[in-house]
């Protein structure tokens, strides 16, 4: 039968940081002589994906109706009882950081769960059921464990970067070599046969470099980088969207200013202010684009309507680019938008996607 051990003080709810070993048995499900176990949960907001290594508990979590990810830490008390805290909730909200977690307790059976949510920062506390989920399609990546899981780079300057914002990110650094660069999330294609769409989204800042050049979402692509759908942003606060149909790009959005982009911010020494990009695919090709949580645009892929999701960062001038708290999720999310236009593609004219008009 498979043990795993884990001792922790709750003192303070993000301070999980002590595992000892003690020994517990799990009541599960899981075939015996399995080292490790995973946990598929979803509690109607959100949803959990809990990896037991080695006596420790890591994973993450998604507030579905918007997709933001946050990151877990939990423990086994004891045998049977767990408690997570998901915390970094909704990072992409600077103005307002710290954004607050809460912790999750409860008896842990094989399902449901019934389980109490206790709020950071309010004596507020709530009691939840924990459904297993097996759609097992979505995923959160925080960068904060000092990896990518899952995501493939063209081209080799992309790394894990520091220095820029209160946690790690994924970085592209340019060579000034005035082509794009890609990177993939190769797990999945999206839509998977019998859904109805996805949400993707992730922050993007310009850290250095030109800014008028291209920082973007590529989704619904083929990893050739000549088929695929790219909704992009400059740092002077200006967004457009574009198909590629056999490495020809056709305008969805021709260089528009947007009212929901933050520009350059000369308080952080001149580097572009962080970004989040969010767009609400449906299954025809039809997308919702979001700044900010701000509604932007809607467009429709003529051509290219699933694939793989992934960034474009067009390096024109040595760029930095950062990329953060990237995320998808297979739940559809209609919100209270009244949409406007949907923008289909046409020849690109004299746009060019790569750079936004100075």
């Not at 890591?58 to 997709?67: F, K, Q, R, S, Y």
């Not at 709020?119 to 000092?146: C, I, K, M, Q, R």
């Not at 081209?155 to 990177?183: C, K, L």
């Not at 982009?261 to 580097?271: C, E, P, R």
Request: glycine residues 10%.
């Amino acid at each position: 039968m498979l043990r795993i051990a884990l001792v922790v003080s709750c003192a303070a709810l993000l301070a999980v940081t002590a595992f000892a070993q003690v020994p517990v048995e799990l009541q599960t499900e899981e075939p015996e002589g399995d080292p490790d176990l995973q946990f598929l949960l979803n509690d109607g907001t959100y949803r959990y994906k809990i990896d037991v290594t080695g006596g420790k508990i890591t994973g993450t979590c998604i507030d579905e109706p918007w997709c933001h990810g946050g990151d877990i830490r939990g423990l086994y008390e004891q045998p049977g009882e767990f408690a997570i805290v998901a915390y970094n909730l909704g990072r992409y909200d600077y103005n307002n950081f710290p954004v607050t977690g809460f912790l999750l307790k409860g008896a842990l059976h094989y399902p449901p769960a019934t389980a109490e949510r206790i709020w950071e920062f309010t004596p507020a506390t709530s009691t939840v059921t924990l459904d297993y989920d097996v759609a097992d399609a979505w995923f959160h990546e925080s960068v904060n464990d000092g990896g990518v899981q899952g995501w493939v780079a063209v081209g080799p300057q992309w790394m894990i970067a520091v220095g820029f914002g209160p946690s790690p990110s994924y970085d592209y650094i340019g060579t000034g070599i005035n082509d794009w660069s890609d990177t993939y999330y190769t797990t999945y294609t999206y839509p998977r046969p019998g859904d109805a769409g996805y949400q993707y989204e992730a922050l993007l800042r310009k850290t250095s470099g030109s800014n008028s050049s291209a920082m973007a979402l590529y989704f619904n692509t083929d990893m050739t980088l000549n088929n695929g759908v790219s909704v992009q942003i400059a740092a002077t606060g200006r967004c457009s969207a574009w198909e590629w149909v056999g490495g020809t790009p056709y305008m969805l959005i021709g260089w528009t200013d947007s009212p929901h982009l933050y520009k350059d911010d000369t308080a952080q020494d001149g580097a572009n202010a962080w970004n989040l990009v969010k767009v609400n695919v449906e299954a025809d090709g039809t997308f919702d684009i979001y700044f900010n949580e701000e509604y932007a645009a809607s467009a429709q892929a003529s051509t290219n309507l699933s694939g793989y999701v992934g960034f474009r960062i067009y390096d024109s001038n040595w760029d930095w680019v950062s990329c953060d708290n990237m995320t998808l999720s297979t739940e559809s999310w209609d919100g209270d938008v009244v949409r406007g236009e949907i923008h289909r593609a046409r020849p690109a004219g004299e746009n060019d996607p790569a750079v936004a008009p100075h």
